[in-house]
């Protein structure tokens, strides 16, 4: 066998990189746990010894892990005093919640995957589902944070905005709005404060993900005006919606196209239905790319065996694409059907009767 030993070199470069970030991942979930993200955040330049009497935490783990840090330039390293520096910048992607660049929800993500292994192993020779349930809490909880920082920042000041008379309608007196695939409530709770004289419910087939979305509403203020239900989305109860809400769930149904028809049976003849999708492009070809390798990877690990799970078995995958979309939607009954704004990692689309 022949092969080009500088092309082995200089990958086998590229992967000592790669075996970093995924070694990177438990120490940032472990900063982000333990609170020393936030122990560091707008206090200078900290030896190891002051960052773990903050975090009360032991000095040698916190000492080791600043190394760890340093090494992969998340934190600033002073080796003339021996002190470490979170910068302001960093802190909003590691310890700041709000912000839209928060990195750790990704992280308890990236603890599922390695949890689901047993499991996708099996559905890989058996060609079975594995669904959302059955994975690690750790996704439920994961998958809350990494989405919640791009709704916080784009729902109610993009996207709303961008369909088509929805805004002026939630601001007017008793809209109502179901939010379907709600997980733990994060979209559904943003349109409430938003949107004050709307009344919201959201609806997951998952137990205790809608538990959560209750506790949430309740530590938000919003319950009065909030009501989480569990309940698919080719069942939830409820008719005569003035928008109903899809956010990044719509790919990982076994019967999408089943999920829009009982959508338009539930909407206002003006009604809206939103639809929230992973950034993906048509042509496999066009998603080998960063963005991509993200959404396949866990297209692969979540998605596709979501779908496997449910009748109907689709398995469109989150990088299915607005032309795919557009035939779901249709097939459900839809006529108008619009892309109505994006973002590097969302596609927005408005459909309605």
């Known amino acids: 066998m022949e ?3 500088q092309k082995i070199e200089d990958f086998m470069g590229r992967m000592v990189g790669e075996f ?3 070694a990177s991942a438990p120490l940032i979930a472990l900063g982000d746990r333990l609170g020393l993200y936030k122990a560091m955040a707008q206090q200078g330049w900290m030896s190891s010894t002051r960052v773990a009497e903050r975090a009360g935490l032991a000095e040698r783990y916190v000492r080791e892990w600043l190394a ?3 090494a992969s330039g998340f934190i600033q390293y002073d080796a003339a005093t021996g002190t470490y520096q979170l910068e302001n910048e960093m802190a ?3 310890a700041e919640e709000s912000s839209p660049t928060f990195v750790p929800g990704f992280c308890d993500c990236a603890e599922a995957m390695f949890r689901s292994l047993p499991k996708l192993e099996a559905a890989f020779r058996t060609g079975l589902g594995v669904g959302w349930h059955q994975h690690h809490p750790s996704l439920f909880r994961g998958t809350e944070r990494f989405f919640r920082p791009g709704y916080a920042a784009h729902l109610i000041n ?3 905005p961008a ?7 939630l601001k007017a007196q008793a809209a109502r709005v179901a939010d379907v695939g709600c997980g733990h409530g994060a979209s559904t709770i943003l ?3 938003a949107y004050p004289h709307a009344t919201f419910v959201g609806f997951d087939y998952h137990a205790p993900s809608i538990q959560r979305a209750r506790e949430a509403a309740h530590e938000a203020g919003v319950s009065d005006r909030v009501s989480f239900e569990v309940a698919t989305a080719q069942q939830y109860p409820g008719a005569d919606y003035d928008l109903v809400a899809f956010f990044d769930c719509l790919h990982d149904m076994g019967d999408p196209a089943g999920a829009a028809a009982h959508v338009l049976g539930s909407l206002k003849r003006d009604g809206t239905w939103m639809i929230v999708e992973p950034f993906a492009n048509d042509r496999l070809e066009d998603n080998l790319n960063p963005v991509g390798r993200l959404f396949y990877s866990a297209s692969t690990m979540f998605c596709t065996g979501a779908s496997l799970s449910q009748e109907g078995r689709m398995a469109l995958g989150a990088q299915a694409g607005e032309a795919r979309l557009m035939q779901v939607v249709s097939a459900g009954g839809f006529t108008r059907f619009r892309r109505a704004t994006q973002t590097p990692f969302n596609l927005v689309f408005q459909a309605q009767a």
């Open 3 to 5: 092969y080009d030993e």
């Open 20 to 22: 970093g970030a995924i």
């Open 68 to 70: 760890a840090q340093a």
């Open 92 to 94: 909003l992607c590691f």
């Open 158 to 160: 993009d996207w709303i």
């Open 163 to 169: 369909l088509d008379g929805v805004e002026a309608t």
């Open 191 to 193: 349109m409430a404060q």
